[in-house]
């Protein structure tokens, strides 16, 4: 698991951003100080601004350090178990700091809240606020509920809320790249998934929210957005004053053509509704990157199924084969399960199959953990032991190393357009950025006069791991 700084901590067991640096709140004379440690998704940094936005309102400035904060904040995971182990312990540790420091009021927000509701407060008395992803708007009256010992609990799940009047405070961000959220909620039900259960209803945000919001990042000098999701490509937004819809491949038309020099990425697509329309939207616009992010999650027809995931081996191959017809130079990277309930030793065989054939630049692997209350949990038995579980992701792991390091190898030689994101993290001489396909590249930074937020064409000369090591060889104008 990853550790980075964010106004605190952020832990992030599958990370999709990159190299948060400093806070950056403006140096308002805050009456009160708020610490917030988030965990789990992309979702969850994406609302941890926009609470600190709600925050700030109340006059709270934020600090990295919790010892002294009047409010601590964990904005929490649910996805598997290990994830709900790792704020538990955390909140022994918060509950020791509030025994030192009168007053302090600990909070928990996010999935975790939403799915254990007062049980944290209530029964293991870790914490005086509970609060769910919908619920965020009512911070303030809940943190003066909890100053006067009351409850302060709300995890009402909302169908309509999206945030979109609320300007997110850029926590930690490296002013160059950032996270737009476009939708909340999933209604796709899959089985092993706890998400549906803890953010709700599927509901898409103001399709003029979200351009504003870029262009906005844009105008603040930052060149890339990427818009997010746990199913973007579902994303449907009506105005009927205007008697317009924006679909998804209609928003990240609009949010490219804010500029070409603004990037624009986006995540997660369900490759159940990736559609032609958005293929061909990415590869008429430049500066939206040539990378999907197509969780296959199970390579065997018949554990896709149990899965709910509603399509077959071969119709994910068909969608991988499809993506590289439009865009030969396209990145894909996934997510896979090892060891759901009934997975025999021939599913784990497709699996790696699947991997060798869709060849992806990453995957996020994990072995199979039950959640409570999800279809999973309720309809089948978690049957395979551990140390198979282990035993099959580590050979998932040991593949896709092998795959990661020949999609490398297959780099050196080609030039790519690089925005520079900062030093790397080794040496100050060197720049780090990301090619189009989302991949980490290195550079010596050498005479060239090059600043972060620029895009450099960058020749690769190796790779070591995950990363492309190369050299300058032009500066883009945009
Ligand atoms: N919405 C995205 C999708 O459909 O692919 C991803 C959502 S989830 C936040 C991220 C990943 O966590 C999933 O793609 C899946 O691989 C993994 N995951 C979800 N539930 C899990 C569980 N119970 N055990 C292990 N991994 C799980
Ligand atoms: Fe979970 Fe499936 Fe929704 Fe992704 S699409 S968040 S895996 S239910
Ligand atoms: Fe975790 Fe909730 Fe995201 S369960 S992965 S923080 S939507």
Not at 424 to 447: L, T
Request: net charge neutral.
């Amino acid at each position: 698991m990853e550790t980075l700084e964010l106004t605190g901590k952020v832990h992030d067991e599958k990370r999709q951003g990159e190299a948060f640096a400093p806070f950056a709140v403006e140096p308002l004379i805050y009456k009160k100080k708020f610490y917030i440690e988030s965990y789990g998704c992309a979702m969850n940094f994406a609302d941890s601004e926009i609470v600190a936005s709600i925050l700030s309102n109340e006059g709270y400035g934020a600090t990295k350090n919790f010892e002294e904060a009047d409010l601590v904040l964990v904005n929490t995971c649910s996805i598997r178990e290990k994830a709900e182990a790792t704020v538990r312990k955390r909140l022994t540790e918060f509950k020791k700091a509030k025994q030192a420091k009168r007053g302090m009021l600990v909070g928990i927000l996010g999935c975790m809240a939403e799915r254990l509701k007062g049980k944290l407060l209530e029964e293991e008395k870790l914490v005086d606020l509970v609060v769910g992803p919908d619920a965020y708007r009512t911070l303030p009256a809940l943190i003066k509920d909890a100053g006067t010992g009351q409850k302060g609990v709300n995890v009402l799940l909302s169908r309509e809320e999206t945030y979109s009047d609320i300007a997110p405070i850029r926590l930690d961000s490296n002013g160059v790249t950032s996270f737009v959220s476009i939708m909340r909620g999933c209604n796709n039900m899959c089985s092993f998934c706890v998400v549906p259960f803890t953010r709700g209803r599927e509901r898409s945000r103001d399709a003029f929210s979200i351009f504003k919001e870029c262009e906005e990042l844009f105008n603040n000098g930052y060149k890339e957005v990427t818009l997010l999701g746990q199913n973007v490509d579902s994303y449907y937004w009506v105005d009927e004053q205007k008697d317009m819809i924006v679909t998804f491949a209609k928003l990240l038309e609009m949010v490219a053509n804010i500029s070409p020099s603004l990037r624009v990425r986006f995540s997660t697509s369900h490759p159940k509704d990736i559609t032609d329309e958005v293929l061909f939207t990415m590869s008429r616009y430049e500066n939206i990157c040539k990378s999907i992010h197509l969780p296959v999650q199970s390579g065997s027809t018949r554990l896709l199924q149990l899965m709910n995931r509603t399509y077959t081996r071969e119709w994910y191959i068909a969608k991988v084969d499809r993506i590289k017809e439009i865009m030969p130079e396209c990145g894909i990277t996934s997510d896979v399960i090892a060891g759901f309930c009934t997975e025999t030793e021939e599913d784990h065989d497709d699996t790696l199959s699947i991997l060798e054939y869709s060849k992806y630049d990453m995957s996020y692997m994990y072995f199979y953990s039950e959640r409570p209350g999800t279809l999973a949990a309720r309809r089948f038995t978690d049957d395979v032991p551990l140390e198979v579980k282990k035993r099959r992701l580590d050979e998932i792991v040991k593949l896709q190393n092998r795959i990661s390091r020949e999609s490398n190898l297959r780099d050196v030689g080609r030039t790519f357009k690089v925005l520079i994101e900062g030093n790397s993290k080794k040496s100050e001489n060197d720049w780090a950025g990301r090619s189009s396909q989302n991949k980490v590249v290195v550079f010596p930074k050498g005479n060239a006069n090059l600043t972060k937020g620029d895009y450099a064409f960058v020749m690769v000369t190796s790779s070591t791991g995950a990363t492309l090591l190369g050299e300058i060889v032009g500066k883009s104008p945009d």
